[in-house]
């Protein structure tokens, strides 16, 4: 592969500052949307039980919900059918407790049961937050600002991202043939930081194209709809499907979950979502929106893809999510959100995205690693003795940032797993933050040569905790508690090295600053 | 004839380039490509969900690839001008369609 010299030169420059620029973010996105690939069953984990009795049968779900309505009118609005209750969903019906429900994070619920005796026993729920703050972080690139105003940020940094990795290849192409599969440890730090580089970013590149080209989506796609709206004629729609008039009543739930098996061999409905359109045109009319999964076929959503059905017959209307079943468009469309969410091939995958996700966020840290060496190197060159001021500021964020974020997850996760009842979004974000900002100012604020050994064993120790928190409650039978507990000890271990490594170099006076 | 080397000197006016009349040209090109398949606009449709994903990966392309002009200047005219050009060839979509 031939590039001239020139082009390769530009690139390496653009590569490095756009890297720079991103990486920190891009690290805090990469870390928290790891951990989020299972944001379902930690929110499982972490949601205390509810003491409500057992779920009623499928076939008797008529009778809860008659039962149900008669105390509480309102929940007829919108209520959801829990096809296999949990500790999330713990009734077979439920319905969001007051307004909104509709939109993103978990909302507080009621969920219904029915007592021995047949009467209707209702519980409110309200969620725990640990782990939608996470998947916030992640989508938020680490931002405590408001979903709206974070969001066109997440999306220039997912546009120096793609620039990074644009440039970053055809800056590393020439030299591909001959250092791919090199890792020299033994020539010099930087040598064995570069080929590490190259190594994770060349091995993940589909990955984090398909990150990128998504992220940049993700964040703009309400703006780009907004000129689509002004360009073209809106008023053209002949896409409100109406479901066929109300006959007397909508059919129960087993007959639903017929008819879409019917339909939709192979597909797994996870909830039946009721919802009646607010008055006016069109409105009225019961719908009914089916989630669910199938290990065969990419999802839409991170977790779920999903069918339109007509409540009165159990007709699939719009299959447009409805995994295998979609046409080849919106099949093709629903490719690129699988490879986001990795809703695809089920658990597997997951582990595979959780891997690749630690391994992007160890991407960006190398990267500033060799930005920072790069730039000590002709600062001695030009005879500076220490760093200058640019220097000394981005290693120690690196520092930080990178410990915060690892640790702030971690200390979320055991505060969450520890405490007896759901945890407030305000308990959530400040313990993140807190430990956020501790860690960055104790990396400006301690000696240089103590804050990497010492950030470094306290991220190692926050995720012992963590496995070990994981492993007491794993005593009291909760099934996911020891891949928690595993997970945690391996990147505990993988903080340890380093972080071990640090202090000797600091007790022989030799270490990295 | 020997090119002359490139270099980031003007990346100032290459990348502001790629930003302001590298969004215009995106989204022309999914006005021109849009005006073309009679997509409807609403995001609840196929084509607007595709020519929505095209916006964003003709953006990023555009932004990869201001580097490569010889100039600042010549970025802006070329990006400016095919802009320009994509917008006016919607304008007549229009008008002919209508």
């Known amino acids: 592969m031939k590039i001239r010299s020139d082009i390769v030169a530009v690139y390496r420059e653009v590569h490095s500052w756009a890297g720079i620029l991103a990486g920190l973010f891009l690290f805090v996105a990469f870390y928290a949307g790891a951990v989020s690939m299972f944001e379902q069953p930690l929110q499982n984990w972490l949601t205390p039980p509810t003491g409500l009795p057992a779920p009623v049968p499928l076939d008797r779900t008529p009778e809860l919900m008659e039962?149900?309505?008669?105390?509480?009118?309102?929940?007829?609005?919108?209520?959801?059918?829990?096809?296999?209750?949990?500790?999330?969903?713990?009734?077979?019906?439920?319905?969001?407790?007051?307004?909104?429900?509709?939109?993103?994070?978990?909302?507080?619920?009621?969920?219904?049961?029915?007592?021995?005796?047949?009467?209707?026993?209702?519980?409110?729920?309200?969620?725990?937050?640990?782990?939608?703050?996470?998947?916030?972080?992640?989508?938020?690139?680490?931002?405590?600002?408001?979903?709206?105003?974070?969001?066109?940020?997440?999306?220039?940094?997912?546009?120096?991202?793609?620039?990074?990795?644009?440039?970053?290849?055809?800056?590393?192409?020439?030299?591909?043939?001959?250092?791919?599969?090199?890792?020299?440890?033994?020539?010099?730090?930087s040598r064995a930081w570069l080929d590490l580089h190259n190594l994770f970013g060349f091995f993940s590149l589909p990955f984090h194209v398909v990150m990128a080209v998504t992220s940049v989506v993700f964040a703009f796609h309400e703006q780009i709809f907004a000129v689509q709206g002004h360009l073209f004629h809106q008023?053209?729609?002949?896409?409100?499907?109406?479901?066929?008039?109300?006959?007397?009543?909508?059919?129960?739930?087993?007959?639903?979950?017929?008819?879409?098996?019917?339909?939709?061999?192979?597909?797994?409905?996870?909830?039946?979502?009721?919802a009646m359109r607010p008055m006016g045109p069109g409105g009225g009319k019961l719908t009914l929106r089916v989630a669910g999964h199938d290990v065969r076929f990419g999802l839409r959503g991170s977790v779920s893809g999903f069918a339109t059905l007509d409540p009165y017959t159990g007709r699939v209307i719009s299959a447009d999510y409805l995994p295998g079943r979609q046409s080849t468009g919106f099949a093709i469309v629903t490719a690129f959100f699988a490879l986001h969410f990795g809703s695809y091939g089920g658990a597997p995958v997951r582990w595979g995205y959780l891997v690749l996700g630690f391994g992007g966020a160890f991407l960006f840290y190398t990267g500033n690693r060799l930005w920072i060496?790069?730039?000590?190197?002709?600062?001695?060159?030009?005879?500076?003795?220490?760093?200058?001021?640019?220097?000394?500021?981005?290693?120690?964020?690196?520092?930080?940032?990178?410990?915060?974020?690892?640790?702030?997850?971690?200390?979320?996760?055991?505060?969450?797993?520890?405490?007896?009842?759901?945890?407030?979004?305000?308990?959530?974000?400040?313990?993140?933050?807190?430990?956020?900002?501790?860690?960055?100012?104790?990396?400006?604020?301690?000696?240089?040569?103590?804050?990497?050994?010492?950030?470094?064993?306290?991220?190692?120790?926050?995720?012992?905790?963590?496995?070990?928190?994981?492993?007491?409650?794993?005593?009291?039978?909760?099934?996911?508690?020891?891949?928690?507990?595993?997970?945690a000890l391996l990147v505990a271990a993988g903080l340890m090295v380093p972080g071990w490594r640090s202090l000797t170099q600091m007790a022989a006076g030799t270490g990295e600053r | 004839m020997t090119r002359a080397r490139l270099d980031n000197r003007q990346w100032v006016a290459k990348l502001?380039?790629?930003?302001?009349?590298?969004?215009?040209?995106?989204?022309?090109?999914?006005?021109?490509?849009?005006?073309?398949?009679?997509?409807?606009?609403?995001?609840?449709?196929?084509?607007?969900?595709?020519?929505?994903?095209?916006?964003?990966?003709?953006?990023?392309?555009?932004?990869?690839?201001?580097?490569?002009?010889?100039?600042?200047?010549?970025?802006?005219?070329?990006?400016?001008?095919?802009?320009?050009?994509?917008?006016?060839?919607?304008?007549?979509l229009k008008i002919v369609a209508s």
Request: aromatic letters at 8%; one cysteine or more.
């Open chain 1, 373 to 487: 060496m790069a730039r000590r190197r002709s600062e001695r060159r030009r005879g500076m003795a220490t760093d200058s001021r640019g220097t000394w500021i981005l290693s120690r964020l690196t520092l930080g940032c990178t410990t915060g974020c690892m640790i702030g997850v971690a200390v979320v996760l055991v505060v969450a797993a520890m405490s007896s009842g759901p945890v407030p979004y305000a308990v959530v974000s400040a313990s993140y933050y807190g430990v956020f900002v501790a860690s960055v100012a104790a990396s400006f604020c301690l000696a240089p040569r103590m804050g990497a050994p010492v950030l470094l064993l306290v991220a190692a120790a926050s995720n012992l905790v963590l496995a070990l928190v994981a492993m007491g409650r794993g005593a009291r039978g909760l099934d996911i508690s020891f891949g928690i507990a595993v997970t």
């Open chain 1, 67 to 189: 039962k149900t309505f008669a105390a509480f009118p309102e929940a007829r609005a919108h209520y959801t059918v829990v096809l296999a209750p949990d500790r999330m969903r713990p009734g077979r019906l439920m319905w969001p407790k007051g307004p909104g429900g509709h939109g993103h994070g978990p909302a507080v619920i009621m969920a219904a049961a029915l007592a021995p005796d047949g009467t209707a026993v209702t519980v409110t729920q309200a969620p725990s937050e640990a782990v939608h703050f996470i998947d916030e972080l992640h989508q938020k690139i680490g931002l405590p600002l408001p979903h709206e105003v974070a969001m066109p940020i997440m999306g220039v940094v997912a546009l120096v991202y793609a620039v990074a990795l644009v440039s970053g290849v055809i800056a590393f192409l020439p030299a591909l043939t001959r250092t791919l599969f090199a890792v020299r440890l033994e020539g010099g730090r």
């Open chain 2, 16 to 92: 502001s380039a790629g930003i302001v009349p590298g969004c215009a040209l995106a989204l022309a090109v999914m006005a021109v490509v849009g005006a073309l398949c009679h997509t409807t606009g609403s995001p609840m449709t196929l084509s607007a969900q595709f020519l929505m994903w095209l916006a964003g990966l003709v953006w990023v392309v555009v932004l990869s690839v201001c580097f490569l002009f010889r100039s600042g200047a010549r970025a802006w005219a070329v990006l400016g001008a095919g802009s320009v050009a994509l917008w006016l060839l919607f304008v007549i």
């Open chain 1, 235 to 274: 008023d053209r729609v002949a896409h409100v499907r109406i479901a066929a008039m109300p006959q007397a009543a909508p059919l129960a739930p087993r007959a639903v979950v017929d008819a879409l098996a019917r339909q939709a061999p192979g597909f797994v409905p996870d909830t039946l979502e009721y």
